[in-house]
């Protein structure tokens, strides 16, 4: 046999290979994925490369769209609702269908639990902008648990010894890589002993080879614990990932801001803007395409300037090359919020401004905090949050879910309806109660036949009706309204029955304020006092050093002094101590910005008084809101 026959016979094993592959079906009618069995497991969390998952589809979906003439893409979210895509680079066209696959990434199968993907396909036009998207309906997989080393908490000298020993192995496998290559060579050439030589021989080679290559890029990745430069699908210490957190805003920024007649900055979540040309408004800008749709939002911030204008935003749509303004009121607003509806729009874009046509050369404008979350939330921005609750609505009776169900009936007979919720009624409704005018109708279910009628006319009538397993139990519209015999103007009657008369509320809030005033002063006076109560502070065993209020809300439990008591310092959260034994008492304080009583902007200090390792020593760590962030762990140590 000679060499060229050898490696014929391998291509061949090749090919065999690739016709046994199992895919994951795409149907071009139904945009339904069918997930063989073969990948209902995706692989076990953290792994890295190691999977591949195939696809199939026809080559012309939709209307008449050739789907090989697209870029395609895999858009998935890991179990920890992480989101991201992977491009797809080895597309094949076999007569009327199309092939691709999907290297699981670590991010992919981060976490265990559910993985959910679609596959998209886009083509993007001369104008760089997008002319044609096809997508597919959602498909899902599951991810097995394992088990993350962390090796921030490694000591430098076992770290060290990990690295010379992880380098020791690259390199022994880069060896094996030339011993069976040249082992392959030999093999081909003494073709007469067998081409399943060649073979397994080259195997060994690509394995050897694979194995050097990960051990190689592990290294290259500093094993996770190079916290210099952040990068896709890596592992970071827990330092690391304090301060990643710290930018709190939920897309990646960095590098995306275009700057209009200003200069400027982004860095460590802060945008610093600088006007150059005052002929017409200043500011920095960037877009965001993957906001939902028709969903409102909500963006704050917190921001300072040195001219007299400047230090807000403004929010604007974009459909092809057309700009809508949203929101154009907030462009001067510090430390501010607004709302607005994300529309039919292709994008969202978002206007930092520094200066406008009266403003100065040289003003300035600084934001930083800033946060986007799905919702209309009337509130200031919060520290660190991630989640607000997404919907504000009516509480459907029947199922008890936040669904909104607010509608207007005109027409037909109330006792037709067959679903829980509020209705305007409008006079003309039969089934009503007479005389009543227009009014609202509620409706509560409790299965098929048992439900109950709210009705309040326009008078101020109101009537209730009840049915219980069918019309037979039909109680009638009965009116609840109150008559002027029901109403009493004194606080001795005892009658059933009988209302109380509003003027008597005058002389209940006054009685009322009185006692709140004087519980208010008592349980104020005894939760400052419980604060510094040695009890209290022995028993507040504290973890996570940093998890306070930093807007000077002084009364509640996680403020109060605590003890700091472990050993194993490395189980803790925020401390200036990383392993090792730890023991400290420690106080909370907070300085209001230029002493205004009740601000909530300024300085919280935390001071930890160490009792071991280090007898004595102080240690301070402060917040600064004019900074938005801690400043690092500062010490004095006892003579």
């Not at 060994?204 to 614990?225: D, H, P, Q």
């Not at 509620?442 to 098929?448: H, K, L, N, T």
Request: net charge negative; proline share 2%; glycine share 8%.
């Amino acid at each position: 046999m000679t060499v060229e026959e050898a490696f014929a016979m391998m291509e061949d094993a090749e090919k065999t290979k690739e016709d046994n592959t199992v895919f994951c079906e795409i149907d071009a009618e139904t945009r339904k994925v069918t997930v063989p069995e073969t990948y209902k497991i995706l692989g076990v969390e953290s792994d890295e490369d190691s999977e591949r998952v195939y696809f199939r589809a026809p080559r012309i979906v939709g209307d008449k769209i050739d789907l090989a003439t697209l870029g395609l893409r895999i858009n998935y979210q890991n179990a920890n609702s992480q989101k991201d895509s992977y491009p797809v680079d080895d597309l094949t066209v076999e007569n009327e269908f199309i092939t691709f696959s999907w290297l699981l990434s670590r991010k992919a199968v981060a976490y265990k639990g559910t993985v959910k993907f679609i596959v998209c396909a886009v083509r993007i036009g001369d104008n760089e902008e997008i002319s044609n998207e096809w997508n597919t309906t959602l498909a899902s997989a599951e991810v097995l648990e394992g088990l993350e080393v962390d090796l921030s908490g490694i000591p430098d000298e076992e770290g060290k010894d990990l690295l010379e020993a992880l380098i020791a192995q690259s390199q022994v496998k880069l060896m094996e890589v030339g011993e069976a290559t040249e082992e392959a060579k030999r093999s081909a050439e003494r073709a007469d002993t067998a081409a399943d030589s060649a073979g397994h021989a080259a195997d060994a080679a690509n394995n050897a080879a694979e194995e050097a290559r990960r051990a190689v890029e592990e290294l290259k990745g500093g094993i996770g614990i190079d916290d210099n430069v952040v990068l896709e699908n890596k592992t970071y210490s827990s330092k690391k990932i304090e301060e990643m957190a710290a930018v709190n805003w939920i897309p990646k920024l960095d590098g995306k801001f275009k700057f209009t007649k200003c200069t400027g900055s982004y860095q460590d979540g802060i945008l610093t803007i600088e006007s150059v040309d005052i002929s017409t408004a200043q500011y920095a800008y960037f877009e965001l395409k993957n906001l939902k749709q028709n969903t409102k939002y909500t963006v704050s911030w917190k921001s300072t300037r040195t001219g007299n204008i400047g230090g807000g935003i403004g929010v604007l749509g974009r459909k092809g090359s057309n700009y809508t303004t949203l929101v154009n009121t907030d462009t001067n607003t510090l430390n501010g919020f607004c709302y607005f509806d994300s529309g039919a729009y292709d994008a969202i874009s978002f206007n930092f401004y520094c200066g406008n046509q009266n403003s100065q050369i040289g003003d300035s404008a600084t934001f930083w905090d800033i946060m986007l979350v799905e919702g209309e939330h009337p509130s200031g921005y919060i520290e660190n949050v991630r989640d607000i609750v997404k919907k504000m609505a009516w509480i459907d009776a029947e199922t008890l879910d936040v669904a909104s169900r607010f509608d207007t009936i005109s027409s037909g007979d109330v006792l037709d309806i067959k679903k829980s919720g509020i209705y305007f009624a409008g006079s003309n409704l039969t089934g009503k109660p007479e005389n009543t005018g227009n009014g609202m109708l509620i409706v509560a279910y409790s299965g098929e036949s048992n439900r109950v009628y709210v009705y309040i006319g326009t008078n101020h009538s109101l009537y209730v009706r009840r049915f219980a397993g069918g019309s037979n139990t039909d109680s009638g519209w009965i009116n609840k309204a109150l008559t002027a015999d029901d109403i009493v103007n004194n606080f001795t009657t005892t009658v059933n029955g009988k209302a109380l008369d509003a003027r008597a509320g005058k002389t209940l809030d006054e009685k009322i304020e009185g006692v709140k005033a004087d519980v208010t002063e008592l349980s104020g006076n005894l939760v400052y006092t419980q604060q510094f109560i040695p009890e209290i502070a022995k028993n507040n065993i504290i973890t996570d050093l940093l998890a306070i209020n930093t807007n000077g809300v002084m009364n509640v439990s996680y403020m109060y002094p605590g003890s700091v008591a472990t050993e194993d310092a490395s189980s803790l959260q925020g401390s200036p101590i990383k392993s090792g034994a730890f023991y400290a008492y420690r106080e909370v304080f907070f300085i209001p910005n230029q002493g205004i009583i009740g601000n909530t902007y300024g300085k919280t200090i935390i001071r930890l008084t160490e009792s071991y390792p280090t007898v004595g020593r102080i240690w301070i760590c402060v917040y600064n809101t004019d900074l938005g962030k801690w400043s690092d762990w500062k010490s004095t140590t006892p003579v």
